[in-house]
């Protein structure tokens, strides 16, 4: 078992930019895939990023690519999503992920944290 906290999620203005942090405690953190995923309101959960476990693998929605990065540290147990230029539709709960591969599908990721806010006013 494991468990994913996030944080990092806030109050920004429409073009700004947030940074937001998921913290492991599962065992050998390193060995899984991770993956940015965010839920607005009355819609359904949709995948923002995916990532390996050793860096590669990159994927992004085409809602978000050019503006946001996913980054992990093997070394501090932490997946990492930085949001730049900030749109009001990026407005939604942000979860992280860990599964065995960096898949697309929501079941493929066997551990969730509880969620951060994210709110973009204008």
């Known amino acids: 078992q494991g468990q994913l906290e996030e944080s990092g999620g806030g109050l920004a203005q429409a073009g700004g930019s947030l940074r937001l942090f998921c913290t492991a405690s599962v065992r050998d953190f390193s060995r899984f895939a991770m993956a940015w995923f965010r839920q607005a309101p009355g819609k359904e959960r949709e995948l923002v990023a995916t990532?390996?476990?050793?860096?590669?693998?990159?994927y992004y929605a085409d809602s978000v690519k050019g503006r946001f990065t996913i980054s992990r540290d093997n070394s501090k147990d932490t997946l990492y999503l930085q949001m730049n230029n900030l749109l009001l539709e990026d407005t939604a709960v942000y979860y992280c992920a860990a599964g065995n591969s960096a898949g697309l599908l929501r079941n493929e990721y066997d551990f969730w944290g509880q969620g951060t806010q994210v709110t973009v006013s204008s």
């Open positions: 990532i390996s476990w050793g860096g590669g693998g990159l």
